[in-house]
Protein backbone atom coordinates (compact mmCIF):
# COMPACT_ATOMS: atom_id res chain seq x y z
CA UNK A 1 0.00 0.00 0.00
CA UNK A 2 1.08 3.53 -0.67
CA UNK A 3 3.12 5.09 1.94
CA UNK A 4 0.53 7.83 2.33
CA UNK A 5 -2.32 6.15 2.76
CA UNK A 6 -0.51 3.69 5.40
CA UNK A 7 0.31 6.33 7.25
CA UNK A 8 -2.96 8.27 7.35
CA UNK A 9 -4.89 4.86 8.04
CA UNK A 10 -2.43 4.23 11.35
CA UNK A 11 -3.16 7.90 12.20
CA UNK A 12 -7.09 7.50 12.28
CA UNK A 13 -6.85 3.49 13.08
CA UNK A 14 -5.19 4.68 16.26
CA UNK A 15 -8.48 6.93 16.95
CA UNK A 16 -10.98 4.75 15.60
CA UNK A 17 -11.83 2.54 19.37
CA UNK A 18 -12.57 6.71 20.54
CA UNK A 19 -14.72 7.38 17.47
CA UNK A 20 -18.42 5.65 16.40
CA UNK A 21 -17.01 5.24 12.94
CA UNK A 22 -14.99 2.14 11.34
CA UNK A 23 -13.64 -0.60 13.60
CA UNK A 24 -10.55 -2.19 13.04
CA UNK A 25 -11.33 -5.14 14.88
CA UNK A 26 -13.66 -8.09 15.80
CA UNK A 27 -16.17 -7.27 12.63
CA UNK A 28 -17.45 -9.67 10.41
CA UNK A 29 -17.37 -8.01 7.05
CA UNK A 30 -19.96 -8.36 4.64
CA UNK A 31 -18.98 -9.35 1.07
CA UNK A 32 -17.01 -6.80 -0.81
CA UNK A 33 -19.11 -6.47 -3.78
CA UNK A 34 -22.78 -6.31 -4.06
CA UNK A 35 -24.58 -6.35 -7.31
CA UNK A 36 -28.27 -6.60 -5.21
CA UNK A 37 -30.86 -3.93 -6.12
CA UNK A 38 -33.84 -2.58 -4.45
CA UNK A 39 -36.50 -0.47 -4.17
CA UNK A 40 -36.58 -0.14 -0.90
CA UNK A 41 -36.35 3.64 0.04
CA UNK A 42 -33.56 5.54 1.43
CA UNK A 43 -35.99 6.40 4.47
CA UNK A 44 -35.38 2.76 5.64
CA UNK A 45 -32.03 3.05 6.09
CA UNK A 46 -31.01 0.44 9.16
CA UNK A 47 -28.75 2.07 11.49
CA UNK A 48 -27.17 -0.41 14.37
CA UNK A 49 -24.20 1.19 14.91
CA UNK A 50 -21.89 -0.78 11.58
CA UNK A 51 -19.95 1.60 9.71
CA UNK A 52 -21.28 1.37 6.26
CA UNK A 53 -19.12 3.11 2.64
CA UNK A 54 -21.28 1.85 -0.45
CA UNK A 55 -19.30 2.62 -3.61
CA UNK A 56 -21.40 3.00 -6.86
CA UNK A 57 -19.24 2.76 -10.43
CA UNK A 58 -20.61 3.55 -13.57
CA UNK A 59 -19.89 0.28 -15.70
CA UNK A 60 -17.40 -2.41 -15.38
CA UNK A 61 -15.80 -1.13 -19.15
CA UNK A 62 -13.48 1.24 -18.43
CA UNK A 63 -10.42 -0.69 -16.72
CA UNK A 64 -10.45 2.48 -14.50
CA UNK A 65 -13.49 1.74 -12.81
CA UNK A 66 -12.48 -1.48 -11.85
CA UNK A 67 -9.31 -0.29 -10.86
CA UNK A 68 -11.00 2.79 -8.35
CA UNK A 69 -13.61 0.41 -7.24
CA UNK A 70 -11.26 -2.32 -5.89
CA UNK A 71 -8.68 0.64 -4.64
CA UNK A 72 -11.61 2.29 -2.71
CA UNK A 73 -13.40 -1.02 -1.02
CA UNK A 74 -9.79 -2.67 -0.44
CA UNK A 75 -8.80 0.13 1.89
CA UNK A 76 -12.05 1.17 3.35
CA UNK A 77 -12.21 -2.48 4.24
CA UNK A 78 -8.92 -2.30 5.62
CA UNK A 79 -9.76 0.43 7.81
CA UNK A 80 -12.19 -1.61 9.14
CA UNK A 81 -15.44 -0.58 7.36
CA UNK A 82 -18.08 -2.89 5.99
CA UNK A 83 -17.99 -2.41 2.01
CA UNK A 84 -20.83 -2.46 -0.54
CA UNK A 85 -19.45 -2.06 -4.07
CA UNK A 86 -21.86 -2.14 -7.67
CA UNK A 87 -21.41 -1.61 -10.82
CA UNK A 88 -24.23 0.19 -12.29
CA UNK A 89 -23.72 -1.10 -16.31
CA UNK A 90 -24.35 2.44 -17.75
CA UNK A 91 -27.80 1.97 -16.68
CA UNK A 92 -29.19 4.80 -14.26
CA UNK A 93 -32.16 2.70 -12.93
CA UNK A 94 -29.84 0.41 -11.53
CA UNK A 95 -27.63 2.64 -10.21
CA UNK A 96 -30.85 4.37 -8.03
CA UNK A 97 -31.82 0.84 -7.21
CA UNK A 98 -28.11 0.28 -5.80
CA UNK A 99 -27.66 3.30 -3.93
CA UNK A 100 -31.12 2.99 -2.73
CA UNK A 101 -30.41 -0.54 -1.90
CA UNK A 102 -26.80 0.67 -0.07
CA UNK A 103 -28.77 3.34 2.23
CA UNK A 104 -31.27 1.20 3.29
CA UNK A 105 -28.14 -1.72 4.53
CA UNK A 106 -26.68 1.14 6.26
CA UNK A 107 -24.88 2.68 4.19
CA UNK A 108 -23.06 5.54 6.35
CA UNK A 109 -20.86 7.27 3.38
CA UNK A 110 -21.61 7.20 -0.87
CA UNK A 111 -18.89 7.78 -3.08
CA UNK A 112 -20.63 8.01 -6.94
CA UNK A 113 -19.48 8.27 -10.04
CA UNK A 114 -22.82 8.81 -11.30
CA UNK A 115 -23.97 7.50 -14.93
CA UNK A 116 -25.57 10.46 -15.55
CA UNK A 117 -25.15 13.28 -13.18
CA UNK A 118 -28.48 14.88 -13.80
CA UNK A 119 -30.57 11.99 -13.12
CA UNK A 120 -29.73 10.54 -9.72
CA UNK A 121 -31.21 13.90 -7.30
CA UNK A 122 -34.11 11.93 -6.07
CA UNK A 123 -32.10 9.08 -4.24
CA UNK A 124 -29.74 11.19 -3.23
CA UNK A 125 -32.14 13.89 -1.38
CA UNK A 126 -33.82 10.26 0.13
CA UNK A 127 -29.91 9.57 1.53
CA UNK A 128 -29.16 13.05 3.12
CA UNK A 129 -32.72 12.96 4.78
CA UNK A 130 -31.51 9.69 6.49
CA UNK A 131 -27.72 11.28 7.23
CA UNK A 132 -25.90 9.62 4.78
CA UNK A 133 -22.75 11.69 3.49
CA UNK A 134 -22.08 11.91 -0.32
CA UNK A 135 -18.56 12.35 -2.50
CA UNK A 136 -19.39 12.86 -6.11
CA UNK A 137 -16.31 11.10 -7.49
CA UNK A 138 -15.04 11.93 -11.07
CA UNK A 139 -18.66 13.39 -12.23
CA UNK A 140 -19.97 15.93 -10.57
CA UNK A 141 -23.47 15.11 -10.07
CA UNK A 142 -25.93 17.89 -10.57
CA UNK A 143 -29.39 19.80 -9.71
CA UNK A 144 -29.31 18.64 -5.58
CA UNK A 145 -28.05 20.27 -2.88
CA UNK A 146 -27.33 16.46 -1.17
CA UNK A 147 -23.41 16.19 -1.93
CA UNK A 148 -20.95 17.10 0.16
CA UNK A 149 -17.98 16.51 -1.93
CA UNK A 150 -16.56 16.11 -5.03
CA UNK A 151 -12.70 14.45 -5.87
CA UNK A 152 -11.99 15.10 -9.40
CA UNK A 153 -8.74 16.74 -11.70
CA UNK A 154 -9.34 20.01 -12.60
CA UNK A 155 -11.43 18.98 -15.32
CA UNK A 156 -11.37 23.32 -16.64
CA UNK A 157 -7.51 23.21 -17.03
CA UNK A 158 -7.77 20.24 -18.89
CA UNK A 159 -9.24 22.48 -21.67
CA UNK A 160 -6.95 25.10 -21.01
CA UNK A 161 -3.50 22.58 -21.72
CA UNK A 162 -5.59 21.47 -24.49
CA UNK A 163 -6.15 25.30 -25.80
CA UNK A 164 -2.56 26.28 -24.99
CA UNK A 165 -1.44 23.50 -26.60
CA UNK A 166 -2.91 24.80 -29.73
CA UNK A 167 -1.84 28.34 -29.32
CA UNK A 168 1.42 27.54 -29.00
CA UNK A 169 1.81 25.02 -31.72
CA UNK A 170 0.57 27.20 -34.25
CA UNK A 171 2.23 30.39 -33.11
CA UNK A 172 -1.64 32.33 -32.96
CA UNK A 173 0.01 34.98 -30.70
CA UNK A 174 2.61 35.83 -33.07
CA UNK A 175 1.26 34.89 -36.21
CA UNK A 176 -0.53 36.89 -38.53
CA UNK A 177 -1.59 33.95 -41.23
CA UNK A 178 -5.44 32.69 -40.00
CA UNK A 179 -5.90 28.93 -39.04
CA UNK A 180 -8.49 26.10 -39.22
CA UNK A 181 -9.71 24.15 -36.21
CA UNK A 182 -12.38 21.33 -35.79
CA UNK A 183 -13.75 20.34 -32.40
CA UNK A 184 -14.53 16.73 -31.17
CA UNK A 185 -15.98 17.31 -27.77
CA UNK A 186 -17.05 14.46 -25.13
CA UNK A 187 -20.29 12.69 -24.33
CA UNK A 188 -23.42 15.13 -23.22
CA UNK A 189 -24.50 13.08 -20.32
CA UNK A 190 -20.56 13.19 -18.59
CA UNK A 191 -21.12 16.68 -16.50
CA UNK A 192 -16.51 16.72 -16.88
CA UNK A 193 -17.04 16.93 -20.73
CA UNK A 194 -18.79 20.62 -20.23
CA UNK A 195 -15.92 21.55 -18.15
CA UNK A 196 -13.30 20.41 -20.98
CA UNK A 197 -14.65 22.19 -23.71
CA UNK A 198 -15.52 25.62 -21.63
CA UNK A 199 -12.13 25.62 -20.10
CA UNK A 200 -10.67 24.82 -24.05
CA UNK A 201 -13.13 27.37 -25.59
CA UNK A 202 -12.68 30.02 -22.97
CA UNK A 203 -8.47 29.99 -23.72
CA UNK A 204 -9.50 29.98 -27.60
CA UNK A 205 -12.14 32.51 -27.95
CA UNK A 206 -9.68 35.79 -28.51
CA UNK A 207 -8.31 33.80 -31.53
CA UNK A 208 -11.62 32.87 -32.39
CA UNK A 209 -13.42 36.03 -32.31
CA UNK A 210 -10.29 38.20 -33.75
CA UNK A 211 -10.47 35.70 -36.84
CA UNK A 212 -6.96 34.02 -35.98
CA UNK A 213 -8.86 30.60 -35.56
CA UNK A 214 -11.37 29.16 -38.16
CA UNK A 215 -14.16 26.67 -37.99
CA UNK A 216 -14.80 26.09 -41.82
CA UNK A 217 -17.77 23.50 -40.81
CA UNK A 218 -19.34 26.36 -38.31
CA UNK A 219 -19.36 23.67 -35.75
CA UNK A 220 -18.20 25.17 -32.33
CA UNK A 221 -21.19 24.52 -30.02
CA UNK A 222 -20.65 21.67 -27.26
CA UNK A 223 -23.91 19.70 -28.06
CA UNK A 224 -23.46 19.70 -31.90
CA UNK A 225 -19.01 18.87 -31.03
CA UNK A 226 -20.01 16.06 -28.30
CA UNK A 227 -19.59 12.28 -28.95
CA UNK A 228 -21.56 10.14 -27.26
CA UNK A 229 -20.49 7.48 -24.82
CA UNK A 230 -16.57 8.91 -25.76
CA UNK A 231 -17.09 6.82 -28.87
CA UNK A 232 -13.96 6.32 -31.47
CA UNK A 233 -16.05 4.84 -34.47
CA UNK A 234 -18.37 8.45 -33.64
CA UNK A 235 -15.76 11.07 -33.81
CA UNK A 236 -14.09 9.07 -36.33
CA UNK A 237 -17.56 9.42 -38.65
CA UNK A 238 -18.44 12.47 -37.66
CA UNK A 239 -14.78 13.93 -38.86
CA UNK A 240 -14.88 12.18 -41.96
CA UNK A 241 -18.00 13.90 -42.91
CA UNK A 242 -16.48 17.42 -41.95
CA UNK A 243 -13.23 16.41 -44.33
CA UNK A 244 -15.43 15.27 -47.34
CA UNK A 245 -17.78 18.36 -46.90
CA UNK A 246 -15.56 21.09 -45.80
CA UNK A 247 -12.37 20.43 -46.57
CA UNK A 248 -11.36 20.10 -50.56
CA UNK A 249 -7.54 19.27 -51.80
CA UNK A 250 -6.72 22.71 -51.72
CA UNK A 251 -8.21 23.35 -47.93
CA UNK A 252 -5.85 23.07 -45.22
CA UNK A 253 -6.67 22.01 -41.44
CA UNK A 254 -4.59 22.76 -38.77
CA UNK A 255 -6.03 21.46 -35.84
CA UNK A 256 -8.61 18.85 -34.23
CA UNK A 257 -9.27 20.07 -30.35
CA UNK A 258 -10.20 16.23 -29.07
CA UNK A 259 -11.71 16.16 -25.80
CA UNK A 260 -10.20 13.03 -24.93
CA UNK A 261 -7.94 10.11 -26.06
CA UNK A 262 -10.93 7.95 -27.30
CA UNK A 263 -12.34 10.35 -29.39
CA UNK A 264 -8.60 11.31 -30.25
CA UNK A 265 -8.22 7.84 -31.77
CA UNK A 266 -11.48 8.10 -34.11
CA UNK A 267 -10.10 11.76 -35.46
CA UNK A 268 -6.28 10.52 -36.38
CA UNK A 269 -8.32 7.45 -38.12
CA UNK A 270 -10.48 10.23 -39.96
CA UNK A 271 -6.77 12.20 -41.18
CA UNK A 272 -5.32 8.87 -41.96
CA UNK A 273 -8.66 7.86 -44.69
CA UNK A 274 -9.97 11.54 -45.60
CA UNK A 275 -7.46 14.15 -45.27
CA UNK A 276 -6.34 15.05 -48.12
CA UNK A 277 -4.06 17.17 -47.10
CA UNK A 278 -0.31 17.06 -46.46
CA UNK A 279 0.34 19.21 -43.08
CA UNK A 280 0.81 17.43 -39.74
CA UNK A 281 -2.50 18.05 -38.19
CA UNK A 282 -2.53 18.86 -34.47
CA UNK A 283 -5.02 16.51 -32.40
CA UNK A 284 -5.36 16.93 -28.56
CA UNK A 285 -6.39 14.53 -26.65
CA UNK A 286 -6.63 13.06 -22.78
CA UNK A 287 -6.11 10.37 -20.59
CA UNK A 288 -2.64 8.90 -21.52
CA UNK A 289 -4.08 5.97 -22.93
CA UNK A 290 -1.59 3.19 -24.50
CA UNK A 291 -2.90 3.22 -27.90
CA UNK A 292 -2.81 7.23 -28.23
CA UNK A 293 0.48 7.13 -26.38
CA UNK A 294 2.38 5.04 -29.18
CA UNK A 295 0.66 7.65 -31.56
CA UNK A 296 2.15 10.77 -29.76
CA UNK A 297 5.53 8.56 -30.55
CA UNK A 298 4.65 8.23 -34.17
CA UNK A 299 3.81 11.98 -34.51
CA UNK A 300 -0.11 10.84 -35.37
CA UNK A 301 -1.26 12.55 -32.37
CA UNK A 302 0.22 15.58 -30.93
CA UNK A 303 -0.56 16.06 -27.11
CA UNK A 304 -2.64 14.72 -24.27
CA UNK A 305 -3.24 14.92 -20.59
CA UNK A 306 -2.33 12.88 -18.27
CA UNK A 307 -4.01 12.10 -14.69
CA UNK A 308 -2.77 10.46 -12.26
CA UNK A 309 -6.25 8.18 -11.25
CA UNK A 310 -4.47 6.85 -7.92
CA UNK A 311 -4.67 10.34 -6.66
CA UNK A 312 -8.22 10.64 -6.94
CA UNK A 313 -8.62 7.55 -4.94
CA UNK A 314 -6.32 8.50 -2.54
CA UNK A 315 -7.87 11.85 -2.32
CA UNK A 316 -11.82 10.41 -1.70
CA UNK A 317 -10.11 7.37 0.55
CA UNK A 318 -9.03 10.34 3.19
CA UNK A 319 -11.91 12.10 2.44
CA UNK A 320 -14.33 9.58 3.60
CA UNK A 321 -12.18 8.43 6.61
CA UNK A 322 -11.98 11.91 7.98
CA UNK A 323 -16.10 12.10 7.37
CA UNK A 324 -16.64 8.82 9.25
CA UNK A 325 -14.22 10.22 12.21
CA UNK A 326 -15.92 12.47 12.93
CA UNK A 327 -14.62 15.73 11.20
CA UNK A 328 -15.55 17.66 8.57
CA UNK A 329 -13.28 18.00 5.43
CA UNK A 330 -11.55 21.53 4.12
CA UNK A 331 -8.88 22.48 3.17
CA UNK A 332 -6.83 21.88 5.96
CA UNK A 333 -7.13 17.92 5.06
CA UNK A 334 -4.40 18.50 2.45
CA UNK A 335 -2.08 19.39 5.20
CA UNK A 336 -3.09 16.84 7.38
CA UNK A 337 -3.02 13.90 5.03
CA UNK A 338 0.57 15.11 3.17
CA UNK A 339 -0.13 14.24 -0.31
CA UNK A 340 3.10 13.64 -2.26
CA UNK A 341 1.20 15.37 -5.34
CA UNK A 342 -0.88 18.42 -5.82
CA UNK A 343 -4.64 19.28 -4.59
CA UNK A 344 -6.49 22.56 -4.39
CA UNK A 345 -9.33 23.01 -2.40
CA UNK A 346 -11.95 25.16 -4.35
CA UNK A 347 -15.36 26.00 -2.92
CA UNK A 348 -16.40 28.26 -6.04
CA UNK A 349 -15.94 26.37 -8.87
CA UNK A 350 -17.88 23.81 -9.89
CA UNK A 351 -21.25 24.51 -9.37
CA UNK A 352 -23.63 21.62 -10.13
CA UNK A 353 -27.23 24.36 -10.33
CA UNK A 354 -27.95 23.98 -6.70
CA UNK A 355 -25.01 24.84 -4.82
CA UNK A 356 -21.28 25.32 -5.19
CA UNK A 357 -19.99 21.73 -4.23
CA UNK A 358 -16.92 21.80 -1.96
CA UNK A 359 -14.49 20.23 -4.00
CA UNK A 360 -10.93 18.34 -4.64
CA UNK A 361 -8.84 19.35 -7.25
CA UNK A 362 -5.51 17.53 -8.77
CA UNK A 363 -3.63 18.77 -11.46
CA UNK A 364 -3.38 17.38 -14.67
CA UNK A 365 -0.20 17.34 -16.84
CA UNK A 366 0.21 17.87 -20.67
CA UNK A 367 1.96 15.66 -22.25
CA UNK A 368 3.91 15.68 -25.59
CA UNK A 369 6.59 14.51 -27.39
CA UNK A 370 8.58 16.99 -25.67
CA UNK A 371 8.08 15.27 -22.62
CA UNK A 372 6.64 12.46 -22.34
CA UNK A 373 9.79 10.30 -21.50
CA UNK A 374 10.29 12.68 -18.02
CA UNK A 375 6.76 12.63 -17.53
CA UNK A 376 5.53 8.96 -18.12
CA UNK A 377 8.81 6.59 -18.40
CA UNK A 378 10.94 8.24 -15.87
CA UNK A 379 8.54 8.85 -13.77
CA UNK A 380 7.40 5.37 -13.44
CA UNK A 381 4.01 5.40 -14.54
CA UNK A 382 4.46 3.54 -18.18
CA UNK A 383 7.58 1.32 -18.70
CA UNK A 384 8.12 -1.04 -21.69
CA UNK A 385 9.11 -4.79 -22.25
CA UNK A 386 11.82 -6.83 -23.52
CA UNK A 387 10.17 -6.11 -27.15
CA UNK A 388 9.59 -2.69 -27.01
CA UNK A 389 5.94 -2.67 -25.86
CA UNK A 390 4.49 0.05 -23.59
CA UNK A 391 2.48 -0.89 -20.41
CA UNK A 392 1.26 0.80 -17.72
CA UNK A 393 2.84 0.10 -14.60
CA UNK A 394 0.44 2.09 -11.84
Not at 189 to 196: I, L, S
Not at 337 to 345: I, L, M, N, V
Amino acid sequence: MNRIIKLFLIELLTLSLLLCGCSSSGQTKKDPISEKTSATKATERIDDGRTVVGISMPDRLLERWNKDGAFLRDNYADAGCEVILSYADNLIDKQISDIRDMVSQGADLLVITAVDGAAISAPLQEAKAAGVKIIAYDRLIMDTDAVDYYVSFDNYKVGVLQANYIIASLGLNSSADAKTIEFITGDPVDNNAKYFYQGAMDTLKPFLDSGKLIVPSGQSDFYETATAQWSTDIAKQRLQIILSSYYPKDMRLDAVLCANDSTALGATKAIASDYQGLNNVIITGQDGDIPNINNIFSGSQSMTVYKDLKQEAIVTLSIGLDILGGSTPSEDLIKKADWDFECSYDTKTYNNGNKAVPSYLLRPIAISADNIEKELFDSGYYNRDSTGQIFATK
